[in-house]
């Protein structure tokens, strides 16, 4: 006998809840458990499941539904098991215990950010195979390791392996952001991510002297200079209420660093900055305005880049890209309301875009207050399975793209 809807939601939430009771915590993740578990619930529906590990312990789970016609691009569908940092104190219940409230809340560390997505592919699909559905292309379902960390297991080093150019990539779907409102979010595009290190060399000497040229002198005038353009960005945002986050340039000191000790005048100190440009911006200008600020604070200035995304690729979101025709289609099936935007911060599509895919980003949670890496991060159950029937629709017109 069939499951009934009220049985397979049910079930769908319990694994989702199991999923979010792993900690996969940076910097120490559980990814055993996580794998174990996915292994799973892909096998228990019938998906053809391994696992790679370009990096030693930083597997990567690989879901595959063969389509009709193997030869086509195949629909990937990614997501990532680690989650960020928690600080329990400030959280209503345990972060890793998926607590669920009287309203159907349920509070976890990953609960937006992302496991919500992946059991939502899986559960999708579990749905589509019980209706009888074939697909016309291969569908890929992805889960990575280490998206909130740089490390060389991540998404940016498994593209360049034999295992990832066997699944034959035709286009990608990843992470979005929650919405407050009843229209969710598409992301075309990503904000390219400078993390630049500032070093300043200078006089040093005794504590109780005037010494001129100092490390200090010239980091303040850098220090000036980068908070003088995160306030010009601000204010762009804040005089136009058309523009969206995605669509200005984010500047944030993150550390400071300099000195060995109260009374030595330090030879060097060192300012890092997070910054976060829209495609619309001109990158050479910008490292040359850096390199000016570096020139006028003095000698021994220089710059440096600890994470640097100098794509700009923008995948098309318009009636001309079929791709697009199939996703939006699925949208207005699923009677999803979208707003196409620039994703402000970072994802693993745009390791993706650089080395020529198109993907887009996105999680269907609307009606929920945005808390990816906050406190007290969750998700309605409600919204959760109105999501899976938001990727039936979807995942069913992607996956029948015809041959382009």
């Known amino acids: 006998m069939a499951a009934s809807p009220d049985s397979l939601d049910a079930a769908s939430v319990t694994i989702f809840q199991e999923y979010l009771r792993i900690n996969t915590m940076q910097p120490n993740p559980d990814y ?5 578990f996915l ?10 499941c391994f696992t790679v590990s370009p990096v030693a312990n930083k597997p990567f789970v690989i879901m595959t539904l063969i389509g009709s016609d193997p030869t ?39 609960s937006q950010d992302m496991k919500c997505v992946g059991i939502q592919y899986i559960e999708a699909i579990r749905r589509l195979l019980k209706q009888g559905h074939k697909f016309l292309r291969t569908i890929h379902v992805i889960f990575t390791a280490d998206e909130e960390t740089p490390t060389p297991g991540n998404m940016k080093n498994f593209i360049t392996t034999s295992h990832f150019k ?5 286009f990608a779907l ?17 904000r390219s991510c400078w993390w630049v290190r500032v070093i300043c060399e200078g006089n040093p000497g005794h504590g109780s002297m005037f010494i001129e040229g100092t490390a200090a002198e010239k980091l303040q ?16 945002l804040a005089d136009n209420p058309c523009l969206k986050l995605g669509d200005v340039t984010s500047i944030n000191m993150n550390i400071i660093k300099g000195g060995v ?16 440009i829209p495609p619309t911006e001109d990158l050479v200008a910008l490292k040359q305005k850096i390199q000016n600020w570096c020139d006028e604070a003095g000698s021994g200035v220089r710059y440096e880049f600890h994470e640097s995304n100098f794509d700009q690729t923008i995948t098309p979101h318009d009636d001309t890209f079929p791709w697009w025709t199939a996703f939006n289609k699925g949208c207005q099936e699923g009677k999803m309301k979208i707003e196409p935007g620039i994703f402000p911060a970072g994802t693993d599509a745009r390791h993706l875009r650089a080395v020529g895919y198109h993907g887009y980003g996105f999680s269907p949670m609307i009606n929920t207050p945005v808390l990816l890496h906050d406190h007290n991060e969750f998700l309605n159950e409600g919204v959760f399975l109105n999501g899976i029937q938001v990727y039936t629709h979807i995942i069913t017109n992607m996956a029948n793209v015809p041959a382009l």
């Open 32 to 36: 055993d458990s996580a794998v174990k």
């Open 39 to 48: 292994m799973r619930v892909g096998e228990e529906i019938g998906l053809k």
């Open 72 to 110: 086509l691009p195949s629909l990937l569908l990614s997501s990532h098991m680690d989650v960020v940092p928690v600080f329990p104190e400030h959280w209503k219940y345990d972060p890793f215990s998926a607590h669920k409230e009287e309203n159907g809340d349920i509070y976890a560390r990953g």
């Open 166 to 170: 066997e699944l034959n990539v035709g």
């Open 174 to 190: 990843d992470e979005g952001i929650a919405s407050p409102t009843h229209v969710a979010k598409l992301f075309y595009a990503e």
């Open 221 to 236: 005038k850098i220090i000036n200079n980068f908070l003088s353009w995160r306030e010009v960005e601000k204010q762009k």
């Open 261 to 276: 000790q109260g009374n030595v005048v330090p030879a060097e100190m060192y300012a890092q900055f997070d910054i976060r």
